[in-house]
């Protein structure tokens, strides 16, 4: 009867340990949310940690990004360059997928204007 009990009770823990940092998770769904309807040039550092880690899926780089990139603005303007020097992103395939997305961005934004 004791594994009956314990079955039980495993959802109740399973929530107890979910809810642990759901805080930090809504906010990172909410910075996603925004990266997906704000122009790029809107973003604040958040936004755009979240696009990286969660949209790009590259979440090894939020820690320089961090550093580097306080805006979609400052996103907006990296180089190749910016990108494997000041980001760290050593990998020619990740630059070209970050570089990409960026110019999508940036052409939504230029048809807008």
Do not use: F
């Amino acid at each position: 009867m004791r594994a009956d009990s314990d079955s039980l009770s495993s959802p109740t823990r399973l929530s107890l340990s979910l809810s642990d940092g759901s805080e930090d998770q809504l906010d990172r769904l909410q910075q996603v949310e925004l990266a997906r309807t704000t122009p790029m040039s809107q973003w604040r550092a958040g936004t755009v940690q979240a696009w990286l880690e969660v949209v790009m899926a590259m979440p090894m780089y939020i820690r320089t990004c961090s550093e580097n990139v306080k805006s979609g603005k400052v996103l907006l303007g990296l180089t190749d360059e910016d990108l494997e020097l000041g980001l760290g992103v050593g990998s020619s395939m990740h630059r070209r997928k970050l570089r990409l997305a960026i110019e999508d961005y940036r052409d939504a934004e230029g048809g807008r204007g």
